[in-house]
């Protein structure tokens, strides 16, 4: 005679599974996206993930757009705040350097990030604390709420664009196309290009992003709001 299989467990008997919270969800899909790229951070990855259903996720989500956005969210929680004391334009500089690095970490999320912005505690703090440096430095209250959004774009371009740069396989390929057109222009049809060949291509990645920053602040110190102009 054989033995009796055990009986089936009740559902009552099975451990309960842990409820679901919106910081849960955020830290899985942070693990799903360093193993697996942010393109797998979706409702139906993260539910088998979590051994749920994909719609118990929208309650804490409306759509994937959001989800990358907090996941983005939590990631500007590791942008280093810049030193107490010092220069506000270096300490300013060292901030932004430090959220291009950031994303420069996740290709996808870089381009993500150009579309969505997240709304959550790092994100504020991280605009916060570029507005203040920026009142520090005495850059008048209008342009320094305009100048954020520029600097962040600027920074977040930069991001994408290298790194995407950094994933194609024919990057080499393409760097070699431009450089010949460049200094291969004719003096006589482009003039400007023919004189400036050197220099359109020189500097490094960091030394070309110091410069666009300090740039950018300078302008932005500078320049007046539409509102501010009118006379």
Same mark, same amino acid.
């Given at each position: ?5 055990? !009986?089936? &467990? ?5 451990? *309960? ?14 693990? +799903?996206? &360093?193993a ?9 990855r993260?539910?088998?993930e ?10 804490y @989500? ?6 990358h ?18 220069? #506000?334009?270096a ?11 950031? $994303? @420069? ?8 990030a150009?579309?969505? &912005?997240?709304? =959550?505690?790092?994100? $504020?703090?991280l ?18 709420? #305009? =100048?954020?959004? $520029? ?12 790194a995407?740069?950094?994933? !194609?396989?024919?990057?080499? %390929?393409? #760097? %070699?196309? +431009?450089?010949?057109?460049?200094? =291969? ?7 400007? +290009? ?7 291509? !020189? ?7 110091? #410069?666009? /920053? ?5 302008? +932005? ?5 539409? *509102?501010? %102009? /009118?006379t």
């Open positions: 005679m054989t033995a009796r299989s055990e !009986s089936p &467990r009740s559902r009552r008997e099975r451990p *309960a599974k842990p409820a679901l919270t919106r910081e849960g969800i955020v830290a899985t899909a942070v693990e +799903i996206m &360093r697996e790229g942010l393109q797998k951070v979706t409702a139906r993260l539910a088998q979590l051994d749920t259903g994909p719609a118990s996720l929208y309650v @989500f409306r759509n994937t757009a959001e989800l956005a907090a996941v983005l969210d939590e990631l500007l929680g590791t942008v280093e705040p810049p030193p107490a004391g010092g220069d #506000w334009r300490r300013l500089e060292g901030l932004l350097t430090s959220y291009t690095l950031v $994303l @420069f970490e996740h290709p996808s999320l870089a381009r993500s150009l579309v969505s &912005r997240p709304g =959550g505690r790092h994100y $504020l703090n605009i916060e604390t570029l507005l203040a440096l920026l009142d520090e430095g005495g850059v008048a209250p209008a342009q320094a709420a #305009w =100048g954020v959004d $520029l600097l962040l774009q600027v920074a977040t371009a930069t991001a994408a664009e290298h995407t740069r950094d994933e !194609s396989a024919t990057a080499q %390929d393409e #760097w %070699d196309a +431009i450089s010949r057109a460049v200094h =291969g222009a004719s003096a006589q049809t482009h003039p400007h +290009i023919a004189a400036l060949a050197s220099q359109l291509l !020189s500097g490094t990645g960091p030394e070309r992003l110091s #410069w666009g /920053v300090q740039a950018l602040i300078h302008g +932005i110190a500078h320049t007046a709001t539409p *509102a501010d %102009d /009118v």
